[in-house]
């Protein structure tokens, strides 16, 4: 294994295409985004009324457990007719609530303010959080540059999803876990709104020794199971334990979400037409694999920054019920990997890499395709690369040289 410096300086080199390309990403996502509220064709439509995505499925949440049935989240019947009275109409499909009671208090929180504005402030505060972590990470004008042109973005802030605070919490997890592990322990606790996104965290805790983070992570997750109780009652919990195996039934057996937009080995499996056991069969193989391979890079010496890398890319890689905004949190693997790189910065090869990784998140919307899995391998393999897990005669290539 090799051990790379991490200390990336204000001189760090870049070169101009890099950054070039990064401002005309970054500008380019925010005009398509300000043309499509100024259309009508994102938080509102023309009229002025809300368009349902993701985001009312939490605002609906929210304003359910505010009306004292917080248990009713988990109907989809019932859920469905919260989203049309959110919304002001109704629209096609629903957007069932799949997340445990302790997400209803930033559900509860943003239902207290009007649609529209709760939509703005939750995509404002979790952009901030995340570019804070992104910045935090790197150190260098190289992480705004890389939050604000990372084309996952889009995916997330048209719907309204929560790949900004996943990306948020987990990065600034890593970022703290060396010197803070304690508070690094809280974040993770705060992470398990999405309990499958932290799969490998007790893995690598437990390898690397981080003991304290551990023990307040499992406080935190704790305390805030205590207040969602007490908060909104038994009869919550209950119901979101039952909804658990008819949401996998759904959407991982029948099928709900169009197979391509999974960006996990499972998704691939089951569009090329295999059967559902042997999609799980190489979804577990991979996961298996990857967290063999993470329990040994973190008893190791590699760098942490590495091994920060290698988690929060193999986190997206385990899952099978993994979307484009999930993807988010690639940013945050490519954030440790140029940290990674120290003072002399990446190579020409391994900046070329990551932009076709970018690239590849780019054209979802024209392949239909779970091209956000080929992406998150071809980062993995930059990983592999810089931490000298994959032959040399690999690194010589063209690509990574």
């Known amino acids: 294994m090799t051990v790379v410096s991490s200390s990336p300086r204000a001189d760090w080199p870049l070169?101009?295409?890099f950054e070039l390309g990064c401002i005309a990403l970054a500008i380019g996502q925010a005009m398509y985004l300000a043309a499509s509220l100024v259309q009508g064709q994102w938080l509102a439509d023309s009229s002025g009324r809300p368009i349902a995505t993701d985001f009312v499925n939490v605002w609906a949440a929210?304003?359910?457990a505010l009306a004292g049935v917080p248990a009713a989240v988990y109907d989809v019947?019932?859920?469905k007719a919260a989203e049309i009275t959110a919304a002001g109409h109704d629209f096609e499909g629903e957007y069932p609530w799949l997340y445990p009671p302790t997400f209803l208090f930033v559900a509860v929180s943003l239902a207290l303010l009007p649609y529209g504005m709760a939509a703005a402030a939750w995509l404002a505060l979790t952009f901030s959080a995340y570019l804070v972590v992104v910045q935090g990470i790197i150190r260098h004008r190289a992480g705004l540059l890389l939050a604000c042109a990372y084309p996952g973005l889009l995916a997330n802030a048209v719907v309204g999803q929560n790949g900004f605070l996943s990306a948020a919490l987990l990065g600034g997890a890593l970022l703290l876990l060396p010197g803070r592990p304690l508070i690094a322990g809280c974040l993770i606790g705060l992470l398990a709104f999405k309990p499958h996104l932290g799969i490998l965290l007790p893995v690598v805790l437990i390898a690397g020794g981080y003991w304290r983070a551990i023990a307040a992570a499992t406080v935190t997750l704790g305390l805030i199971a205590l207040l969602s109780?007490?908060?909104f009652g038994p009869e919550a919990w209950t119901a979101f334990l039952q909804s658990l195996p008819v949401a996998s039934q759904s959407t991982l057996e029948q099928g709900r979400a169009d197979w391509g937009k999974l960006q996990s080995a499972y998704g691939i499996a089951r569009m090329i037409g295999a059967a559902s056991a042997i999609a799980w069969v190489v979804q577990g193989v991979l996961a298996g694999a990857?967290?063999?391979a993470l329990t040994a890079l973190w008893r190791s010496k590699t760098s942490f920054d590495l091994k920060a890398a290698a988690l929060a890319v193999g986190t997206v890689m385990v899952v099978p019920y993994i979307f484009l905004y999930d993807l988010v949190i690639l940013a945050v693997a490519?954030?440790?990997l140029l940290r990674a790189c120290g003072e002399a910065g990446p190579t020409q090869g391994e900046m070329r890499a990551l932009a076709l990784a970018g690239l590849l998140i780019v054209i979802f919307p024209l392949v239909k395709a779970p091209t956000g899995f080929v992406a998150t391998l071809v980062v993995t393999l930059v990983v592999m690369r810089r931490a000298g897990i994959?032959?040399?005669r690999i690194g010589s290539m063209p690509l990574w040289t």
Do not use: D, E, K, S
């Open 229 to 231: 109780w007490a908060a």
């Open 62 to 64: 929210g304003r359910q």
């Open 15 to 17: 070169t101009r295409a």
């Open 290 to 292: 990857v967290a063999v």
């Open 334 to 336: 490519m954030a440790f």
């Open 390 to 392: 994959i032959p040399t």
């Open 77 to 79: 019947a019932l859920h």
